[in-house]
């Protein structure tokens, strides 16, 4: 489109705001800005001749453009695959010479191990970060399917025994990251954030979890939320409640620990 082809100068006004600025129609504010597109064309040169200023058509252009960029095709990255990775790994190793059948638990199905002396080694690295190791005889997939349904149901996320749990009492504003947590720890938990021990915040509703821990080289910070229900947080006087990671685990699946209550030991010095 040259000037020359442009039927619409000056711009037509269609209406009035309040303020006093006008409002000029659609479709002569769409050819103009077509006009001013075009190879070698002058933008003061265009407003001018539309009865408009130079900044006013500038802003036209502008929108224009945003509106092109968002109506552009978005490329949607596909989400993550909710199946483990596996990958088969041969190593010649001996095979034991018994032949025992495998049973897969909670099944009457029984597997014979392969007669082949290469064993296949399986390798699932899970999303807990937990590295699932099987071996069986090589292409026997009947074998590997029952492994993996026996282990299945065991593997979960746990803490270490001996790590330290202390929890945070009171409910904390969970816009906060690891340099906050960290801060909250040294200075209104007075505890060492680098030491061997994991600690827990808590939001207002009770329905997410923050755990922060020092691992050798950083920080880990995990989160849980429930999709429904809440957690329910020890109701205890003082401000740093410590439990043992037992009972962490038992506060994460939604157990009151305060109302749990074990048998008591009882130390003898001799049988009678």
């Given at each position: 489109?040259?000037?020359?082809?442009?039927?619409i100068f000056p711009l037509r006004v269609t209406g009035g705001t309040a303020a006093g600025k006008r409002?000029?129609?659609?479709?002569?504010?769409?050819?103009?800005?077509?006009?001013?597109?075009?190879?070698?064309?002058?933008?003061?040169?265009?407003?001018?001749?539309?009865?408009?200023?130079?900044?006013?058509?500038?802003?036209?252009?502008?929108?224009?453009?945003?509106?092109?960029?968002?109506?552009?095709?978005?490329?949607?990255?596909?989400?993550?695959?909710?199946?483990?990775?596996?990958?088969?790994?041969?190593?010649?190793?001996?095979?034991?010479?018994?032949?025992?059948?495998?049973?897969?638990?909670?099944?009457?199905?029984?597997?014979?191990?392969?007669?082949?002396?290469?064993?296949?080694?399986?390798?699932?690295?899970?999303?807990?970060?937990?590295?699932?190791?099987?071996?069986?005889?090589?292409?026997?997939?009947?074998?590997?399917?029952?492994?993996?349904?026996?282990?299945?149901?065991?593997?979960?996320?746990?803490?270490?025994?001996?790590?330290?749990?202390?929890?945070?009492?009171?409910?904390?504003?969970?816009?906060?990251?690891?340099?906050?947590?960290?801060?909250?720890?040294?200075?209104?938990?007075?505890?060492?954030?680098?030491?061997?021990?994991?600690?827990?915040?808590?939001?207002?509703?009770?329905?997410r979890v923050k755990l922060l821990l020092y691992d050798r080289s950083g920080f880990w910070l995990m989160?849980?939320?429930?999709?429904?229900?809440?957690?329910?947080?020890?109701?205890?006087?003082?401000?740093?409640?410590?439990?043992?990671?037992?009972?962490?685990?038992?506060?994460?699946?939604?157990?009151?620990?305060?109302?749990?209550?074990?048998?008591?030991?009882?130390?003898?010095?001799?049988?009678?």
């Amino acid at each position: 489109m040259t000037e020359s082809e442009v039927d619409i100068f000056p711009l037509r006004v269609t209406g009035g705001t309040a303020a006093g600025k006008r409002k000029f129609g659609a479709e002569g504010k769409r050819k103009l800005i077509d006009a001013c597109q075009q190879p070698g064309a002058s933008i003061a040169e265009l407003a001018l001749k539309a009865g408009v200023s130079a900044n006013q058509l500038h802003k036209w252009i502008r929108l224009r453009e945003r509106a092109n960029a968002a109506a552009a095709t978005v490329v949607v990255e596909p989400l993550p695959s909710a199946f483990v990775p596996v990958v088969t790994v041969n190593e010649v190793e001996p095979v034991r010479a018994n032949r025992e059948s495998v049973t897969a638990r909670g099944s009457s199905t029984r597997y014979e191990p392969a007669t082949s002396a290469t064993p296949a080694r399986l390798s699932a690295q899970l999303p807990n970060a937990v590295t699932l190791r099987l071996e069986c005889a090589a292409h026997d997939c009947a074998l590997v399917k029952a492994m993996v349904e026996a282990f299945g149901g065991t593997l979960m996320f746990r803490l270490d025994a001996d790590l330290r749990i202390y929890l945070h009492r009171e409910p904390i504003d969970f816009r906060a990251g690891i340099n906050s947590l960290v801060t909250l720890v040294e200075q209104s938990m007075q505890l060492d954030s680098l030491a061997r021990s994991v600690y827990a915040f808590h939001n207002r509703k009770r329905n997410r979890v923050k755990l922060l821990l020092y691992d050798r080289s950083g920080f880990w910070l995990m989160l849980k939320r429930l999709e429904a229900d809440h957690f329910v947080w020890p109701r205890r006087q003082q401000a740093v409640i410590e439990l043992t990671t037992e009972q962490l685990h038992w506060l994460l699946e939604g157990i009151d620990i305060d109302a749990m209550r074990r048998h008591p030991e009882w130390q003898y010095l001799h049988v009678d």
